[in-house]
């Protein structure tokens, strides 16, 4: 599963969008968040945009333009395969390995953006955003 | 937000003449003038459009019903948007003006609140604990039960306001309401963990109550708010982000994920409220100012209590044993992390503390000219 592609994400919103059911505890979440992937050959960003209860668009962006979003997840790209093999080891990310840890730690993953205000809706929304990326568990087994 | 207009609802007219002939007495012999039907004061016939999450304040906010006054002329219940008569009684209001409660963000807050509440009950996977080695289990159950004993003074707080607010803020009455549902819950789940998984509640010795008692007294609103959603609720949200960290189950990290979200809410009110108040008045930014340079020397105080910061420092270092090697530093390091999110918040809501927090940063290595460079 090649993480650092537009397609793998899209792949995530569409396993959400399909669950509505499963999001509808959480309640809405309007937010923009924005992932980067460091990496040798060129960073990768995507922008995913959660809207109500789905993901309304996914982008691929540069590096400059992941960071317009509320906020971003700037780390390498080594740092968020870890992440989604532990989401696949276990079916949904843990100990350390979860969005918030991995943010709060700081050391491979960080939080950034410009606006207290937006940086504070990777709190607001957290447990959605996690759900999203817990995601790729699913989205692999039904890949095969 | 699109208005439409009924033509059917439009029509204030006599309804074909069928309202003249109305009784003008009741029963009981009082006079009956049938205003409400015949021709309130009032703006008739806009229609929200519903929207596809349903009907939400921010849909019904159109035309007069979405003007909030600066300065509301009434001192009663009376809903903002009727035909008000002159005559209302004094409810005893002393927050008259808007900028002493509002905040831009607060009506999308309020619904953000509805849609997410959560079930410590029902949404927690509690048959999912396992036993965990004496000192986790000990250090778990004392950071619930300090947690526990500072959760309802952010439902006793605006408790303690709402009912001096004007009525015609509805909507961050409303937002406040929210709240104390929210702290309800978080005292709630940090109980229940603690008593959840053969622990139980551990060390209350005061110490958090000095802070508290701080909230409680704050002389205005809005300096309450700033001791309170900024100071206060900035802080517990990066120990609930913390508390996500050094969960030791799945349990625990769904309880922090959730409370972390309601937390956030509750600072983003904060820090917006402040910001409109010092737009509005920059008089009050000294007052807050004053609040802060107190609130922060007690809160100072507060993170000296050595029952919740050992029991996270254990909880950070995997254990009793490594609480001195990686536990100590770490909490060190997370420390750093609060003070940074507070004073970036502090400058977002246009109050800047960089140059004159009571924080200790020079303690952590924190330099105030570069702490917030990105
Ligand atoms: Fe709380
Ligand atoms: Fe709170």
Redesign the interface.
């Known amino acids: 599963m090649n993480i650092a592609t537009k397609a793998f994400f899209v792949a995530l919103a569409n396993e959400l969008n399909a669950h509505p059911e499963q999001f509808k505890?959480?309640?809405?979440?309007?937010m923009v968040a924005a992932l980067v992937m460091r990496k040798a050959d060129g960073d990768f960003a995507v922008r995913v945009a959660f809207e109500?209860l789905r993901v309304e668009d996914i982008k691929e962006t540069s590096v400059a333009e992941a960071a317009a979003a509320d906020y971003y997840l700037d780390g390498p790209l080594a740092a968020w395969q870890a992440m989604f093999d532990d989401i696949l080891a276990n079916g949904?990310a843990?100990g350390?390995l979860?969005i918030?840890?991995l943010a709060?730690?700081?050391t491979d993953i960080r939080l950034?953006?410009?606006?207290?205000?937006g940086?504070?809706?990777f709190?607001?929304?957290?447990?959605t955003l996690?759900e999203y990326l817990d995601g790729a568990a699913r989205v692999a087994v039904a890949a095969g | 937000m699109t208005l439409t207009q009924d033509q059917t609802l439009t029509d204030r007219g006599d309804g074909d003449g069928r309202y003249d002939k109305l009784p003008t007495v009741s029963p009981l012999g009082d006079a009956l003038d049938w205003k409400w039907l015949k021709g309130a004061n009032t703006e008739w016939g806009v229609r929200p459009k519903i929207g596809p999450r349903g009907l939400t304040m921010l849909d019904i906010a159109t035309g007069s019903y979405g003007v909030v006054p600066d300065n509301p002329t009434h001192r009663s219940m009376a809903p903002r948007g009727a035909d008000i008569d002159p005559d209302t009684p004094d409810m005893g209001y002393i927050l008259n003006k808007k900028s002493d409660v509002w905040a831009d963000n607060v009506v999308e807050l309020y619904e953000e609140a509805v849609a997410r509440q959560w079930s410590a009950t029902r949404d927690i996977p509690w048959g999912e604990l396992r036993e965990l080695p004496s000192d986790i289990e000990h250090a778990m159950c004392q950071v619930c039960t300090t947690l526990t004993e500072v959760e309802m003074i952010a439902a006793d707080l605006p408790a303690k306001w709402m009912w001096r607010m004007n009525h015609d803020f509805l909507e961050a009455k409303m937002f406040l309401c929210t709240q104390i549902m929210d702290e309800a819950r978080h005292a709630e789940v940090f109980r229940k963990r603690a008593l959840a998984n053969g622990g139980g509640l551990l060390m209350s010795r005061g110490q958090s109550e000095g802070l508290l008692r701080t909230i409680i007294e704050a002389k205005s609103y809005t300096q309450a708010t700033a001791l309170m959603h900024l100071l206060g609720e900035g802080f517990i949200l990066d120990i609930f982000r913390m508390g996500e960290l050094i969960s030791p189950s799945p349990v625990e990290k769904r309880m922090f994920r959730m409370a972390m979200q309601d937390e956030a809410r509750h600072v983003a009110y904060g820090t917006m409220h402040i910001r409109y108040a010092v737009e509005q008045d920059p008089d009050v930014a000294e007052e807050i100012h004053e609040a802060l340079d107190h609130g922060e020397a007690v809160l100072t105080a507060f993170g000296t209590n050595q029952d919740f910061g050992t029991a996270l420092a254990v909880l950070l270092g995997g254990g009793v044993e490594h609480v001195e090697t990686k536990g100590f530093a770490l909490q060190a390091d997370m420390q750093r992390k609060q003070f940074t999110s507070y004073l970036a918040r502090c400058e977002r809501a246009g109050i800047s503390r960089l140059h004159r927090t009571k924080l200790p940063l020079e303690l952590l290595g924190l330099d105030p000219n570069t702490i917030l460079a990105n």
């Open positions: 505890v959480h309640g809405e979440a309007d109500g949904s843990s350390r979860t918030n840890s709060l730690l700081g950034r953006g410009d606006d207290p205000m940086v504070d809706k709190s607001r929304f957290n447990q996690q």
